[in-house]
């Protein structure tokens, strides 16, 4: 074989795989680029992106980022974003079922605390708040636009709090403001973009964002830093210790106060708990004798509150355990409402008679095995 046959099969094989990735769907066009979109997958590897739980969960098949199916893992950006437009295609095994994690928090009910686009094999099937293009749990897509799970099909979803706008295909499946659902209003406005592992094979290529900014997260005020409890204070007999942002606290009958004082908030953690535990978190506290209103966390199944119960006042609806993983609880205090969500659904509600600030306190655990403890890390505060 001659020089320039071989120089003419290279060139044409090049240009082969380059129009191969075109066809794949893996460039932005000229239009998306100077519009602020980029690529987050490019086709040939992951970088980016970071998968939690099975590594091998994940991977890449012909250019298409591949979910193998292996359930219960997820693949997520190392960036967090809030408003957005994500845009990208997609094909799912017959009957399969998916989704696209959006505002995704480090831990906790991924789909509850921050939210699900699902990805499912629906073509032709009624429309239910779980078919493909619905808001998991809350919205149901307004019309089924969904192809035959043999074909590619193509998702753009425009987050700007509170404003979700989905199309599928070309149509718009959904426009909802998720504060008019109790299910969706009190979610984290802030987290990864992220590829959920529901145990069945699915494809994803050509996906492209662009940051639209961020209006949220500059408001919170991080209460839990490094090596420090700088802004803390103890009172009483306390056994607690923070590492890296991690707060741990044992037994005792003494409290750990923040200095600063707040009527009107939303505070959000995540929390940890060992078995046979309980503790509290204080709101709108003025002191032992007049500590304002408890937010139990509980992990004993002989106690009468659980978590997210305001204790004494109203229990949680729910029975929330949570055996040694980290879950997020949010505390959303405004005039005379509070407001307690636990792993992203609503625990209880409370009235209160009187208005006050007050500052945000920790008490140690009551009971519990020797050497037990409760944990607090991601502690942050958004004055409202």
């Known amino acids: 074989m ?20 075109a066809l794949n769907g893996m460039a932005l066009t000229e239009e998306e680029k100077s519009d602020g979109f980029v690529s987050l997958f490019d086709g040939t590897d992951l970088s980016g992106w970071k998968i939690t739980g099975n590594k091998e969960a994940f991977g890449i098949e012909d250019g298409a980022l591949t979910c193998y199916g292996t359930g219960g893992n997820r693949i997520q950006t190392l960036k967090k974003y809030e408003n957005f437009i994500l845009r990208l295609e997609f094909k799912i095994s017959k009957n399969g079922n998916n989704g696209i994690y959006i505002h995704c928090p480090d831990h906790g009910r991924e789909s ?3 939210g699900e686009i699902q990805v499912k094999d629906d073509y032709g099937k009624k429309l239910v708040a779980d078919t493909c293009g619905s808001l998991y749990d809350v919205f149901a897509p307004s019309v089924n636009a ?28 959904l426009d909802k403001d998720v ?10 406005k802030f987290g990864y973009i992220a590829i959920q592992d529901h145990q069945d094979r699915v494809w994803y290529r050509n996906i492209r964002i662009k940051d ?15 090596d420090t409890l700088a802004g803390w204070h103890a009172i009483g007999e306390t056994d607690f210790e923070i590492n890296d942002g991690v707060l741990t606290v044992r037994k005792g009958d003494g409290y750990l106060i923040n200095t600063n004082r707040y009527e009107n908030f939303e505070l959000w953690t995540y929390v940890k708990t060992d078995r046979r535990t309980e503790n509290g978190i204080y709101y709108r506290w003025r002191g032992t004798a007049e500590p304002g209103y408890r937010v139990t966390q509980a992990n004993d ?11 004494g006042l109203v229990p949680a609806n729910q029975k929330h355990v949570g055996n040694d993983y980290w879950y997020p609880v949010q505390i959303i205090c405004q005039g005379g409402e509070t407001v307690v969500v636990v792993n992203g659904r609503v625990a ?7 208005e006050a600030n007050g500052s945000i306190a920790l008490d140690m655990l009551t009971a519990g095995r020797k050497n037990a403890k409760i944990q607090f890390q991601g502690m942050r505060i958004k004055p409202l």
């Open 112 to 114: 509850r605390v921050g």
């Open 2 to 21: 001659g020089k320039k046959v071989s120089a003419f099969i290279w060139i044409v094989s090049i240009l082969l795989v380059w129009s191969g990735f």
């Open 348 to 354: 209880a509600k409370y009235k209160q008679t009187k």
């Open 212 to 226: 639209l900014g961020w209006d949220d997260e500059s408001l919170w005020i991080p209460l839990l830093n490094g």
């Open 146 to 173: 969904c192809k035959p799970h043999t074909e590619w099909q193509s998702y753009e979803i425009t987050f700007i709090w509170p404003r979700l706008h989905v199309v599928l295909n070309g149509t718009t499946v």
């Open 301 to 311: 199944d002989d106690l009468d509150e659980y978590t997210g119960s305001i204790t």
């Open 179 to 188: 504060t008019t659902h109790e299910r969706s209003k009190y979610r984290t």
